[in-house]
């Protein structure tokens, strides 16, 4: 798993090589100014270093891998923490497994993920992060009814901003975006940790923006910004929205230097696109190039982005579509909702984007952007555009 995490951020142009020694340099990952990441790692990689056989120093170690993995967009954090969990797989803590379970979401086992999360509560039914990854993967599946069940045995253990975080977004994706965002503001109003209101301001900003409430998530979003920390989703999540607003410079300003992370790297050349820079061309290439890469090495993360790409920039609806379909198979976030109505659009074929908009029935989702694509996806077949 290491090794193909390797591979996976290697540049497309460059020869396979076999390194002719064990401490051989392949090449050193990028830090950004000013962060103490860098420094934290190295200190956790001395500590295991002189214990490898401490599951708690390993745990530490492998956390500072993944962080680092969200922060920067980097799969191969993620290999490295693999890596270091893999060792202690006779010796499982629960902080252990938790974190395995992390790591197999991540790559999309979701199933693994649970089985692993299920236990460390049989171990420690008092043990928050378990119940609360639990619940996300619960939200991921559009399984409400589980999904609340994390929810409230967060509020029994008395963590009322990880309940609020819970509860708001499965009242968000629920037809209840107005309960949402004040229990996700409830929830900020108690956190005083900086990431969890990052993730808070960032998710407070989606509904704003679902809620078509642009001033107030455009203010959330920046709050996010504002707290100095390095994170994909968050800068993702603001590119869409700075796309939908129709402002594709503040996108390339925002993310010209992100080209690493192929979420960031797609959006980024969307902008370019529309802006008709000559840089569209290269990092359309890259992306490409990418692509098809993870699909060598069968991995199936970024399938979402696979379909908006080839919907977006290389205008092939229907291998979007069929990109869009796996992915919803597995992710059912409002996100992977949209390219799926988008590519059934573009393909017209009205019946592929049915489980959308039964979901979308099912919930009540309000959004009304998305509201408008499930409607225009239903009337493809009437007015003859699909058989």
């Not at 202690?88 to 992390?102: A, H, I």
Request: net charge neutral; hydrophobic share 45%.
């Amino acid at each position: 798993m290491l090794m193909l995490s390797l591979l996976a951020a290697a540049p497309a142009s460059a020869a396979p090589r076999t390194p002719t020694a064990d401490t051989e340099v392949l090449e050193k990952l990028p830090t950004r100014a000013g962060d103490s990441s860098a420094r934290e790692l190295s200190r956790s990689r001395a500590a295991v270093a002189l214990a490898p056989k401490d599951p708690a120093l390993a745990t530490e170690l492998a956390q500072r891998y993944f962080d680092l993995a969200l922060a920067q967009g980097d799969p191969r954090y993620v290999g490295y923490a693999e890596a270091v969990v893999v060792r202690f797989t006779s010796q499982m803590t629960v902080p252990l497994l938790t974190l395995r379970g992390v790591l197999r979401q991540y790559r999309h086992d979701f199933e693994g993920g649970l089985k692993d999360f299920e236990a460390a509560l049989v171990l420690d039914p008092s043990y928050a992060v378990a119940h609360a990854w639990r619940g996300a993967i619960y939200l991921v599946q559009a399984d409400d009814v589980a999904a609340r069940k994390e929810c409230k045995a967060l509020q029994a253990l008395g963590r009322k901003a990880l309940a609020g975080a819970c509860l708001g977004l499965a009242q968000a994706y629920s037809g209840q975006l107005e309960a949402g965002y004040l229990t996700l503001q409830q929830a900020l109003a108690t956190s005083t940790d900086t990431d969890n209101r990052l993730w808070l301001l960032t998710r407070l900003g989606e509904v704003a923006a679902w809620r078509g409430q642009e001033p107030q998530a455009q203010a959330h979003f920046r709050e996010a910004l504002s707290l100095g920390r390095d994170d994909v989703y968050l800068l993702a999540a603001w590119a869409d929205f700075l796309l939908d607003a129709e402002q594709p410079a503040e996108v390339v300003r925002l993310l010209a230097s992100w080209a690493s992370a192929d979420s960031l790297l797609l959006r980024l050349t969307e902008a370019e696109v529309q802006l008709k820079l000559p840089e569209a061309a290269r990092h359309k290439n890259i992306l490409t190039d990418r692509f098809a890469a993870a699909r060598a090495r069968g991995d199936t993360t970024h399938r979402a982005e696979e379909a908006r790409f080839e919907l977006r920039l290389r205008q092939d609806p229907a291998t979007a579509l069929r990109l869009a379909q796996e992915n919803y198979a597995v992710q059912r976030e409002p996100r992977d909702a949209r390219v799926l109505l988008e590519a059934s659009i573009a393909a017209k074929d009205s019946a592929s984007a049915q489980v959308v908009r039964d979901w979308m029935r099912r919930s009540g989702f309000e959004d009304a952007r998305l509201r408008r694509l499930a409607q225009a996806s239903a009337q493809i077949s009437v007015v003859g555009g699909a058989k």
